[in-house]
């Protein structure tokens, strides 16, 4: 499964530019209308000083982040994305290219200390490498330290291809021409991602399941905690 596991960074690689422009035109409606501002509106419910955003992309949630006074490092395993992050300059946080297999022992390098606050929104695509993800979080988190993962949710994305774990097709539908050779991504059912966060003692607090103004469920947002 380590070609698929590839294939997720090429496509990355191939659709910057684009899902740039996309991102910063806000041309994704439920973006704009629903999930951006409940990842914010979750990430400040813990006041945290410091955030960890993985899976950067572009930069846009470490920016609006920094623009409310919260110290942020975004990290990302496509360099053109980092280096569409740091555009703009001061302001908009700090950024490094960092793949999920090398977090800990890339931001060690980087000698940054542990955060307050980690986040990946709609960033974990992957099999092994969210597990990477989820192994280095831990080191990466102070004591009481708070994970949000936002996601497509499991019960709406399945597709009517049943409701099991596994590799499904992507697909850029919705999305403009410009969008080449869409990424494969690995499903997970709801009961799935609270077993990843147990296993990796995350203990989840809360579960946010934003919706639209017609009641149509966007995402899943999973709050956890380091838990004893």
């Known amino acids: 499964m380590q070609t698929l596991e590839s294939e997720i960074i090429d496509c990355w690689e191939k659709n910057v530019t684009p899902w740039t422009k996309v991102i910063r035109e806000g041309a994704i409606p439920s973006r704009v209308n629903v999930t951006n501002a409940a990842i914010l509106d979750a990430i400040s419910r813990f006041q945290p000083r410091s955030v960890l955003d993985i899976g950067c992309g572009e930069g846009w949630l470490c920016r609006e982040l920094r623009h409310r006074g919260v110290e942020t490092l975004g990290v990302d395993a496509v360099p053109e994305l980092i280096a569409q992050a740091q555009q703009f300059g001061a302001g908009a946080g700090d950024f490094a290219v960092c793949h999920y297999q090398d977090l800990h022992n890339g931001l060690a390098r980087l000698k940054r200390e542990r955060f307050e606050l980690a986040v990946c929104n709609f960033s974990l695509l992957g099999e092994y490498s969210v597990e990477a993800v989820f192994q280095a979080i831990p080191e990466l988190l102070v004591p009481d330290g708070v994970f949000l993962v936002q996601t497509l949710h499991p019960v709406v994305a399945s597709g009517g291809q049943g409701y099991q774990d596994g590799w499904r097709t992507g697909s850029w539908q919705g999305f403009g021409p410009e969008f080449k050779d869409p990424a494969p991504w690995y499903f997970r059912t709801l009961s799935s991602w ?32 380091l838990s004893a």
């Open 194 to 225: 609270f077993d990843l966060f147990r296993r990796h003692h995350l203990e989840v607090t809360r579960l946010i399941e934003p919706t639209d103004e017609s009641g149509q469920i966007m995402s899943v947002i999973i709050c956890a905690e």
